[in-house]
């Protein structure tokens, strides 16, 4: 008789009831969003916050390039030394002082800045000073040589190299770095999803082992039912987990947007600043960033990304619960955890510095077929356009060796269940698989 759906129906339900797992499902994304909100919260007021500059410039030339912005005041300080300068901005209780010393020749402007202030100034005020007072030495000295600086702007070009395959397919850089941040997220999401619920296989296995259940329940099902109803099941309630977590924390963050006033979905700060600049660099906006992204293969994606995420799961999980089942203690798995990390952990480096520079390269497309890695390098690659028999290979290559390792992952759950207080070996493994 099939009581596997008994077991998922078993192993779902005792997972889902059990209080860790309500209490992590329900509290993970409060404490998440919490630290979003409290992120943001922080980064919008220092964003807001208020900022007065005195400015001493005794060259007389670079004082104009400080235009008053929504936060920041600059003050030109007029017939005064630096010491009278600091006293009056400590007076005032100003930010700081930014004194820049008299020189000879321009060229000596540079080494006598100094920003004084009672408090270390963030990195991007810096910057910002630094960046006008350089834009207007340039221009100055171009000016002092004879240089016509309004002939050097309009002399200057931006150019993007229109990509086209010789089918006709158009792309551009900003739809390869699409392609890279969708195979990204898709292979360290599988790799983040193996860590997490493997484990979670592993230990159900090793606590229905010590307390003995595992004798009562192997009696009336067999070994390799048991360990596959343990696999679906906890994807499953993992799965639920997920969906919830999605869920719950697009609800908070709408919540908590209105009650805090800041925007988590918008949020004004610098990261989405850097974003914005990133995107003018490659010549392109918020629409053709839109554009690049439903010119992707989405329903390709989509499929590819269901059939690799869950049989790189199922592959992996059916290690995780061999290895439960060896040991009597999660102290002892750490011997058997490295060989089953290590093809996970060198999938996302070949991803990462191999897939981005070359994703139809040798060293990908191995990887990508090597089943153990394929799982996660495929995922990567599919987005740069590769061939459906190659994807329709390495999936039946997954599956196969899907197949072999839950026989001899079995092998060793018959044996391992019912072993007790002996600390296994990889020879004492082996030797269960020819049981």
Known sequence: ????????????????????????????????????????????????????????????????????????????????????????????????????????????????????????????????????????????????????IKKIEASKSNITIAQETFTGEKTSKID???????GGAAGYMLFMFIIIYGNMIMRSVIEEKTSRIIEIIISSVK???????????????????????????????????????????????PQQEVLEQSLTILGADFQSLTISFWSLPITNLVIAFLLFFIGGFLLYSSLYAAVGAAVDNETDTQQFMMPI????????????FTVIEDPHGTVSTVFSFIPFTSPVVMLMRIPFGVPIWQQVLSFIILIGTFTFTVWFAAKIYRVGILMYGKKPSYKELFKWIKY
């Open 176 to 182: 390869s770095y699409l392609k890279l941040a969708f």
């Open 223 to 269: 070994p390799i039912q048991l360990m596959m109803g343990k696999i679906i099941g906890t994807s499953l309630a993992g799965i639920t987990q997920f969906v919830i977590w999605v869920i719950l924390g697009g609800v908070l963050i709408g919540v908590v947007s209105l009650i805090i006033g800041v925007n988590l979905y918008d949020s004004q700060m």
């Open 341 to 352: 990390l290590m093809p996970l952990i060198l999938a996302v480096y070949v991803g990462i």
């Open 1 to 148: 008789m099939n009581h596997l759906p008994l077991i998922i129906k078993r192993e779902y339900l005792t997972k889902v009831k059990n209080k860790s797992f309500i209490l992590m499902t329900f509290v993970s994304p409060l404490i998440m969003v919490a630290l979003i909100a409290v992120v943001a919260y922080l980064s919008q007021l220092n964003n807001d916050k208020d900022r007065n500059i005195s400015i001493l410039d005794e060259t007389g030339v670079l004082s104009e390039v400080f235009v008053n912005t929504e936060h920041t005041k600059y003050t030109i300080l007029t017939d005064e030394n630096l010491e009278s300068a600091k006293a009056l901005v400590k007076a005032k209780e100003d930010f700081g002082l930014l004194y820049i010393k008299k020189s000879i020749n321009i060229d000596n402007v540079l080494p006598n800045v100094r920003f004084y202030s009672d408090e270390s100034p963030s990195l991007s005020i810096m910057l910002s000073l630094e960046e006008k007072i350089e834009k207007k030495l340039s221009d100055t000295r171009l000016f002092n040589n004879g240089v016509d």
